[in-house]
């Protein structure tokens, strides 16, 4: 199809009026067309009206209904064919073969979430039947399920431009629990926008839902997200991107009338630590698999390991060397968009220039555009515990090594850390006394604790958590991947007494939906 730069608000597609975005491939620095104009605020209202209009019918679709819905998208995105792949390359400068598996996996959760939907577990229904004779007080019949929340905002991310963003993780969650959503697209990625908004688009229309299921805006700064989160009819709002772009719209959310949730996903360092065992016996293989790892996708993943810790030791040593040669061997890569590669560059510029770190690689030197060269620094615990500054993340394949003298000192950096979204433990058979002694915290500070394996990678199925404390995201209780992440748009509600006729279908007597449900306490299918 030819892409017109359009917002796509409903079932129409409408011109903006606002500053224009043009999205430049990053391998040559040339801009693409065509140009996106800004929505207004009149346009952002429009949006949010025909959401809160769908929701009043869609809050109730069929299962059947909604997950059909959520696999036609993905059919629909299939179907955009290679044109999609093609233009997400321009924009990215990502390879084909990462962008086709991502590309897979955006249309695999939403199958998932289909599945998840179908099966109704999200319902979470409990049923306490009235207990007239109960003494000393008889007990009321009270039935609960979980009801969606209500329209959606959802910002697009920069580095994931399908999985992530138009009909990414947060899409599907949020049409699987019954709210629509109004997507802000990013803005290093329009035209890859486009066309996935066209293929939902698409789908609401060939499932007969309402114009209002789905919207697409695009905007400059903050205005339209801002916009976006404030308006009264928005009921939550999911988040990828930095930690100054989610605190913003956290603000933004609990200034409202109506407070609302932020789910936003706003990074992480993602602490590796190198126990004594594993290194004395595996170091060398650790350094190679780590490097792999770190510069794996120019390391643009928020769980990209950034910070390894370890005891000082020839082993450490050794991790060093290697670790250090290997960045040394490695080719500069393409960064997704000039902001990306301008973050990244002063994030390494103010490492080698802090007066306790020392640089210790430097990866190859680029010669195209907006080319990142790997990094590895080197710092001691004293001098991190007493700078937060060295906690920040540097988005790409940069890493920082710290080097404690002892035990002692490596729990006290685990504890100096802030939230993360993984920690991952290097470990042989005979360090599990010390990986014992470190679990407890580490469990505080992150939603997922690896062992012996590398963070880049996240599954999409129904164990995965993909979150972690402030900073890593706003909310530690909640997840933005695999099937849990359904629950960040539902609420409880509690049905007292209610006549049978009035009663929702998943409550009812005779169970007609056949979901599994917890009855006077004991589960029943």
């Given at each position: ?133 109960r003494q000393p007080q008889p007990r009321v019949d009270l039935r609960q399920r979980h009801v969606a929340l209500g329209p959606v905002a959802v910002f697009g991310a920069s580095n994931f431009p399908l999985a992530f963003s138009v009909a990414g993780g947060d899409t599907a969650s949020a049409l699987a629990a ?68 989610g605190t913003t719209l956290m603000a933004t959310a609990r200034s409202r009338p109506r407070p609302i949730p932020v789910y936003a996903e706003m990074g992480s360092i993602n602490p590796v630590f190198l126990l004594p065992g594993a290194l004395e016996h595996h170091g060398e293989d650790i350094a190679a698999s ?171 199925c129904h164990a995965m958590v993909h979150g972690g404390p402030f900073p890593a995201t706003s909310d530690a209780r909640t997840t933005s991947v695999g099937s849990a992440a359904i629950r960040r748009f539902l609420r409880p509600v509690c049905y007292q007494n209610l006549p049978e006729h009035l009663l929702p ?21």
């Amino acid at each position: 199809m030819t892409l017109e730069g359009k917002l796509l608000i409903g079932q129409r597609a409408v011109r903006g009026s606002q500053v224009e975005i043009r999205a430049i491939d990053p391998t040559i620095g040339e801009t693409l067309t065509p140009a996106y104009l800004g929505a207004s605020k009149a346009d952002v209202e429009q949006a949010c009206a025909l959401a809160e209009e769908a929701f009043t019918t869609y809050r109730e679709s069929s299962l059947d209904e909604r997950a059909t819905f959520l696999e036609t998208i993905a059919s629909e995105i299939e179907a955009t064919g290679d044109e999609l792949i093609e233009r997400a390359m321009a924009e990215t400068g990502l390879t084909r073969a990462r962008l086709e598996g991502e590309r897979g996996r955006t249309c695999g959760q939403l199958r998932l979430f289909a599945s998840v939907v179908r099966a109704g577990k999200w319902l979470d229904v409990r049923l306490d039947p009235a207990l007239p004779e109960r003494q000393p007080q008889p007990r009321v019949d009270l039935r609960q399920r979980h009801v969606a929340l209500g329209p959606v905002a959802v910002f697009g991310a920069s580095n994931f431009p399908l999985a992530f963003s138009v009909a990414g993780g947060d899409t599907a969650s949020a049409l699987a629990a019954g709210c629509p959503v109004v997507v802000k697209g990013h803005s290093a990625h329009p035209g890859t926008s486009e066309l996935v908004g066209r293929a939902v688009q698409r789908a609401v229309a060939k499932c007969s839902l309402p114009d209002g299921m789905f919207s697409l805006l695009f905007g400059l700064g903050n205005e339209v997200g801002q916009a976006l989160v404030a308006d009264p009819r928005i009921q939550a709002v999911a988040f990828t991107g930095s930690r100054s772009g989610g605190t913003t719209l956290m603000a933004t959310a609990r200034s409202r009338p109506r407070p609302i949730p932020v789910y936003a996903e706003m990074g992480s360092i993602n602490p590796v630590f190198l126990l004594p065992g594993a290194l004395e016996h595996h170091g060398e293989d650790i350094a190679a698999s780590f490097v792999t790892s770190l510069t794996l996708g120019a390391g643009q993943f928020c769980t990209n390991p950034g910070l390894i810790i370890g005891i000082q030791s020839p082993e450490l040593e050794a991790f060093i060397d290697t670790a250090s040669m290997r960045v040394t061997e490695s080719n500069a890569q393409t960064m997704l968009s000039p902001g990306i590669h301008g973050a990244y560059e002063h994030g390494v510029e103010a490492l080698a220039a802090h007066p306790h770190v020392r640089q210790v690689a430097r990866g190859q030197a680029g010669s195209g555009s907006h080319q990142a060269r790997s990094g590895l620094f080197v710092t001691s615990a004293s001098d991190f515990l007493a700078d937060s500054a060295l906690q920040a993340e540097v988005f790409g394949p940069s890493a920082l090594v710290v080097e404690c003298a002892d035990l002692s000192e490596m729990q006290r950096v685990a504890a100096h850390l802030e939230g993360q979204l993984t920690v991952t433990l290097q470990m042989d058979a005979g360090d599990l006394e010390v990986a014992r002694a470190l679990l407890p915290m580490l469990e505080r500070k992150a939603g997922r604790v690896l062992a012996n394996g590398w963070p880049t990678g996240v599954e999409m199925c129904h164990a995965m958590v993909h979150g972690g404390p402030f900073p890593a995201t706003s909310d530690a209780r909640t997840t933005s991947v695999g099937s849990a992440a359904i629950r960040r748009f539902l609420r409880p509600v509690c049905y007292q007494n209610l006549p049978e006729h009035l009663l929702p279908e998943s409550l009812k007597d005779d169970n007609p939906l056949g979901v599994t449900r917890l009855v006077d306490g004991k589960r029943e299918v």
